[in-house]
């Protein structure tokens, strides 16, 4: 019956795809999660009032983050193309687009982490400090522990984004699912094959928020 | 064992600047609850944070058990904190952890081996009463259960201090009475030494053996609490003793009554302390023949014994009378006789 609803679709090649979606995102999201609560960290502590405050250091950090955050994504993988080049070796396949994943998305969560620190309450922090915990202990023990639900539906929002960073990552060949509806269905006319790969993101789409969605409900004990 | 010498705090905003703590001199002895009331903004909150540096000082010196904290560099003050506990008006507790987690926290920053931080952590539990409630998370207790974990939190590393900034303001009458009997409790038991600031008069009776009365970042009156009650000096003090005893003049409304006595006397009992209490009514109805009806009063109960005024009414044998005074008078109760009819 799939052979006939979708006769130009090729479900092995179609499965190398998603499987190609799902590692590209997965290792985006990782590297974009490390970068974005280093990013985010640092605009929280540099911040005016905050324990490492320090105006140029939180100027350069601002600037960064709102600079990659305000290029349109398909511009910013052209604009990479040299440095994936020198990074990769290569400026095709899945590997060759996490660094423009990863710059891409980064900025975006290092917001989402400043947000999430600043909804802290500064008393708990207040409370650490008097019982005389150092900066690592405040930061690991109080800041990122009470901020998780926050940190994790950030994630969810930002995993949602790259999927789709993803597909633009396709049309100039990255691999994955954009990829395939790009060249097995758009360029070549067939139609099937684009709607197979729309529902397909959808789903994974889908799959992203309902665990982002779970874990952050686990997590919130307020 | 505190010292607390030529504190000045000032902060600096664009436009203004402001002397939150004004060359704040005080002593503060081993063993006592020493209470610091004050208006809004008169302070109490700088000064509280002064002592474990939360807030810089921008003069002055800071001395608990000889160590001078004003003195010490960041790694030395972070040592001195723990032993120094504090509580806040709103808990800041984790929410992330349960009750046992956060009463454990202390523990870990202060390095204690992960045996010793169940079996401390237990004992605490037990010393605040939350025994039963050790794995709720803090949202769902309710504000009295989570000013008991702040309190054991505060407690972990054995402190030899323990700051109060308005522990008790978020919290219902009755529920401010336990809280504030389970600081007796502890200052009794483990002979720490506690400062407590506050902006309500009936916390300061109930627990504190001196207070401090502060306004615009000076202290204007201190000593003994009855003392304090019974002599305020200041119009501040008199203000804050009003909120606990009433306007003094309400005592004469009993004068119409006072006019009316046919027969017997009318006498103000004034407590001040010490070992006098409210018993001694029923004492002089027993041991002498008269009779004693009281008429109006108002006695409040403090740490170092009842203070206020009680007007009673006693009649019976003028001999009897006589030796019945006599006896209030041996006692520390002042007596006064109003009427003589
Ligand atoms: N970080 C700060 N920056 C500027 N001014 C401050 C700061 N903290 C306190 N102040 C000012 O210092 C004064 C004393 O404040 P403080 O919080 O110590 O008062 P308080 O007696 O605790 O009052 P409350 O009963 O309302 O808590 C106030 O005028 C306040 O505006
Ligand atoms: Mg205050």
């Known amino acids: 019956m799939l052979k006939t609803l979708f006769p130009n679709v090729n479900w092995f090649d179609l499965l190398i795809a998603t499987g190609e979606t799902f590692y590209m995102t997965i290792l985006a999201l990782i590297g974009t999660l490390i970068f974005g609560i280093i990013l985010g960290l640092l605009l929280y502590l540099t911040a005016p009032g905050g324990i490492w405050q320090h105006k140029t250091l939180n100027f350069i950090v601002a600037a960064f983050v709102n600079i990659f955050r305000a290029i349109p994504f398909l511009i910013l993988i052209l604009l990479l193309i040299p440095f994936t080049n020198f990074l990769i070796g290569t400026i095709r396949g899945q590997n060759a687009a996490l660094p423009a994943l990863i710059i891409g998305s980064a900025p975006f969560y290092a917001r989402l982490v400043e947000i999430g620190l ?3 309450d500064k008393g708990v922090v207040e409370a650490a400090k008097s019982m005389g915990a150092k900066t690592s202990t405040i930061i690991f023990k109080v800041l990122l522990k009470e901020s998780t639900p926050a940190l994790v539906s950030g994630l969810t929002v930002t995993a949602i984004a790259l999927i789709s960073y993803t597909a633009v990552a396709g049309v100039i060949g990255a691999g994955g699912l954009g990829d395939f509806a790009y060249f097995h269905g758009f360029v070549r006319q067939d139609f099937d094959v684009m709607f197979v790969c729309t529902v397909l993101i959808v789903i994974i789409v889908f799959i992203f928020q309902f665990i982002g969605d779970a874990l952050t409900n686990k997590l919130d004990k307020r | ?51 474990n540096r939360l807030e810089e000082p921008t003069a002055g010196d800071v001395i608990i058990d000889g160590q001078e904290i004003t003195a010490l560099s960041k790694n030395q003050l972070r040592l001195s904190r723990q032993e120094i506990g504090m509580i806040f008006q709103h808990f800041n507790l984790l929410w992330s952890r349960t009750v046992r987690e956060n009463i454990a926290l202390p523990l870990e920053i202060a ?39 702040g309190i054991a939190r505060a407690l972990a590393n054995k402190p030899k ?22 600081l007796v409790d502890i200052n009794e038991k483990l002979g720490l030494t506690i400062i407590l600031i506050t902006h309500e008069m009936h916390v300061i009776q109930k627990i504190c053996h001196r207070v401090a009365v502060m306004e615009g970042g000076k202290i204007v009156e201190q000593g003994e609490v009855v003392d304090v009650f019974s002599h305020p000096d200041k119009a501040v003090t008199k203000k804050f003793v009003e909120q606990v005893m009433g306007k003094p003049d309400k005592d004469i409304t009993e004068e119409a009554f006072v006019q009316s006595v046919e027969s017997g006397k009318v006498l103000r ?14 004492q002089v109805a027993k041991k002498f023949d008269v009779e004693i009806n009281i008429i109006q009063g108002n006695v409040k109960q403090t740490q170092s014994g009842a203070y206020g005024s009680l007007f009673v ?24 006789v109003k009427t003589d009819a």
């Not at chain 2, 201090?161 to 389970?182: F, G, K, M, Q, R």
């Not at chain 2, 407590?271 to 018993?279: D, I, L, P, R, W």
């Not at chain 2, 019976?316 to 007596?335: C, D, F, K, P, W």
């Open chain 2, 161 to 182: 201090v323990l700051l109060c900034d308005e522990a008790t303001s978020a919290l219902d009458p009755e529920t401010t009475d336990s809280i504030l009997s389970l």
């Open chain 2, 313 to 336: 009414h006693v009649t019976g044998e003028e001999t009897e009378l006589e030796q019945a005074i006599n006896y209030i008078t041996s006692t520390s109760v002042e007596v006064e």
């Open chain 2, 1 to 51: 064992m505190i010292s607390i010498q030529q504190l000045s705090k000032v902060f600096k905003t664009n436009t203004t600047t402001i002397q939150a703590v004004d060359d704040l001199n005080l002593r503060i002895d081993k063993g006592e609850i020493f209470g610091v009331i004050g208006y809004s903004g008169a302070g109490k909150s700088t000064f509280i944070r002064l002592i």
């Open chain 2, 111 to 149: 390095g204690v081996s992960k045996e010793e931080r169940i079996s401390r952590v237990d004992e605490l539990i037990r010393l605040v009463g939350l025994a039963g409630r050790e794995d709720a998370y803090p949202s769902q207790l309710s504000g009295g259960q989570k000013q008991r974990v």
């Open chain 1, 118 to 120: 600043r909804e802290v």
């Open chain 2, 269 to 282: 009992l004034h407590f001040v302390g010490e070992t006098a209490n409210q018993a001694i009514i029923s």
